[in-house]
């Protein structure tokens, strides 16, 4: 293992994203007028009204420890996508339950597969448990099945792949992800992650719950962060075989997710025209943004998610992009951590900020 994967950082210094700055009507930065934050893939429609309600009844309960096997949320993410019960585990967020995947399957030397690009989770939670990271180069922002096979050895027990990705908002067909899976050696598991599958196109793109519902090394990780807007309460869930589940409660605290945040996630699974509006605004404007930035010079990878990652032309740097935008009020992710130095990630919002943010970069470029 890579000693100095284990050893301190820095802690990362207060940015632009200091929470004043993008809390509409709180105090901005001088010339920062009203924010908006389009740098973490959240929903901009915020969360639905019936999870809110949900939210502030669990006033009550504050002093209650939650339901450690969170049943009342476990029935209803299994009625609502037709999975049994048992066969599901419920995390702080799917960041957890990524952590627990990982603990779960690295013993110190072992490697986890993903792409050049993936989300970052997946190399912390394999650092954490002394597990090596192995990236397969993702030419034109696409994973390819082949190069994450070429990276597969003795060691592999995980290979990640984000269904859109983030950042990059490209996805691998069902075909791919079959593919993938088919050619995995024993022993070796898939995780989908599919945190922003809800926003694709396709209505039936997660089939990676299906895949495995079909197999016996297929894990499916979901969010509440993102679709259903409910990012600080941290809920997250995963589908998987039930060896798998067995072992990640062995190791999961029991009471990780919390009462309010069992409270919303359910009202939010039950609020139909919520994730409906939410869906449709991205579907919307996803192409709309798509032309009209391509129109503008910049370099657009198509996407399924609910953001944008936009390349900028030689001599035109992302970085003075970014603070440029923030000037108007559009708080956007740089991805130099990401190893994208020339990109931005720019998460899709209302019809107001998605015409703010072509304007803004046209006059920047
Ligand atoms: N997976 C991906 C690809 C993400 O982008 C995110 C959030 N940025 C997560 C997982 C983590 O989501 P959660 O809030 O459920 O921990």
Not at 94 to 118: C, K, R, T, W
Not at 190 to 199: M, S, T
Not at 275 to 294: T, Y
Request: charged letters at 20%; glycine letters at 8%.
């Amino acid at each position: 293992p890579d000693a100095r994967a284990r050893a301190p950082r820095p802690l990362p210094k207060p940015g632009i994203l200091d929470i004043a700055q993008y809390v509409p009507g709180k105090s901005a930065a001088e010339g920062v007028v009203d924010p908006v934050k389009l740098s973490g893939n959240e929903n901009i429609l915020g969360s639905s009204p019936k999870a809110r309600e949900a939210y502030a009844s669990a006033i009550d309960q504050l002093h209650l420890y939650p339901d450690g096997r969170a049943n009342i949320l476990r029935e209803a993410v299994s009625a609502t996508f037709k999975l049994p019960p048992q066969n599901l585990v419920f995390g702080c967020g799917s960041d957890e339950l990524i952590h627990l995947i990982a603990q779960v399957f690295l013993e110190p030397g072992d490697n986890i597969v993903q792409a050049e690009y993936a989300f970052g989770a997946y190399a912390i939670a394999a650092r954490a448990c002394q597990g090596e990271v192995r990236s397969a180069p993702e030419p034109n922002f696409r994973i390819e099945v082949d190069g994450l096979l070429e990276l597969v050895d003795e060691r592999t027990r995980l290979v990640f792949v984000t269904n859109p990705a983030n950042p990059t908002g490209t996805f691998l067909t069902g075909e791919e992800l079959r593919r993938l899976q088919a050619a995995l050696p024993p022993g070796v598991a898939l995780v989908i992650d599919a945190a922003y599958c809800e926003f694709a196109d396709d209505p039936n793109f997660d089939i990676g719950l299906e895949l495995a519902q079909e197999v016996e090394n297929v894990i499916v990780t979901r969010t509440f962060s993102k679709l259903h807007g409910l990012a600080a309460l941290r809920v997250g869930w995963a589908y998987a075989p039930e060896p798998i589940i067995d072992a990640v409660e062995r190791i999961r605290a029991p009471f990780n997710v919390n009462i309010p945040a069992q409270l919303a996630a359910v009202a939010s699974l039950g609020d139909e025209e919520f994730q409906q509006k939410s869906i449709a605004l991205v579907r919307q404007w996803r192409p709309w943004l798509v032309q009209q930035l391509g129109g503008i010079g910049l370099d657009v990878i198509p996407s399924q998610a609910n953001f944008i990652l936009v390349g900028f032309p030689p001599g035109k740097s992302a970085a003075e992009a970014e603070a440029f935008l923030a000037r108007r009020g559009l708080i956007i992710r740089g991805l130099a951590g990401y190893g994208l130095p020339n990109h931005l990630r720019l998460t899709i919002g209302r019809e107001e900020h998605n015409r703010a943010m072509v304007e803004a970069l046209a006059d920047f470029l």
